[in-house]
Antibody, heavy 123, light 108 residues
Framework: QVQLQESGPGLVKPSQTLSLTCTVS??????????WSWIRQHPGKGLEWIGY?????NSYYNPSLKRRVTIDTSESQFSLKLSSVTAADTAVYYC?????????????????WGQGTMVTVSS | DIQMTQSPSSLSASVGDRVTITCQAS??????LNWYQQKPGKAPRLLIY???NLETGVPSRFSGSGSGTDFTFTISSLQPEDIATYYC??????????FGPGTKVNIK
């Protein structure tokens, strides 16, 4: 059974780069068949998709964050880097697996999630 | 960008009640619509995919319907463990996903 676990600093200073890692257990990123995603949730708010990546290295980002975001993969981990952070980037960050369900072959549903990690941007 | 709205933003119902949540897209998204349940302090859980398909392991009291711009999520008989916030999510214009603002369900 595939499980995801986020890790990284819980406190980041303004203007610095937020770096998080998601470790995939019970499966391999390099086997393909899924996109690996980052999603965040501001305190008390809804969900915002940040971006996702495929094992081949193809990555796609939310246009609102694209200028500051990089998502990379390795055998069993994928990472998020968000540069030039401000207090507005304070949120719970989730990693999640995007899968293709049904008959349309689009990787449109997030079927497995990590537990989330709270990141606060503050000096 | 496709905008998603949900109504109501919150509701209170009694155990055993039928609960209905609506989700509306700002443009036609076919049936590319999923529903998630998020309990406090937990990650979201996929319940319904492609508007009406029940994810494996999800109780049958949960259901979804709709296509185009208007979608409905239903809990046929509300249980205490269903207290959560429910989100719709579209994936019609990949690679950009958007979620609805959520509907908080409480027990009366």
């Amino acid at each position: 059974q595939v499980q995801l676990q986020e890790s990284g600093p819980g406190l980041v200073k303004p203007s610095q780069t937020l770096s998080l890692t998601c470790t995939v257990s019970g499966g391999s990123i390099s086997s393909g068949g899924y996109y690996w995603s980052w999603i965040r949730q501001h305190p008390g708010k809804g969900l915002e998709w940040i971006g996702y990546t495929y094992y081949s290295g193809n990555s796609y980002y939310n246009p609102s964050l694209k200028r500051r975001v990089t998502i990379d993969t390795s055998e069993s981990q994928f990472s998020l880097k968000l540069s030039s952070v401000t207090a507005a980037d304070t949120a719970v960050y989730y990693c999640a697996r995007a899968t293709s369900l049904g008959s349309n072959y689009y990787f449109g549903a997030f079927d497995i999630w990590g537990q989330g990690t709270m990141v606060t941007v503050s000096s | 960008d496709i905008q998603m709205t949900q109504s109501p933003s919150s509701l209170s119902a009694s155990v055993g009640d039928r609960v209905t949540i609506t989700c509306q897209a700002s443009q036609d998204i076919n049936n590319y619509l999923n529903w998630y349940q998020q309990k406090p302090g937990k990650a979201p859980r996929l319940l319904i995919y492609d508007a009406s398909n029940l994810e494996t392991g999800v109780p049958s009291r949960f259901s979804g319907s709709g296509s185009g711009t208007d979608f409905t999520f239903t809990i046929s008989s509300l249980q205490p463990e269903d207290i959560a916030t429910y989100y719709c999510q579209q994936y019609d214009n990949l690679p950009l996903f958007t979620f609805g603002p959520g509907t908080k369900v409480n027990i009366k």
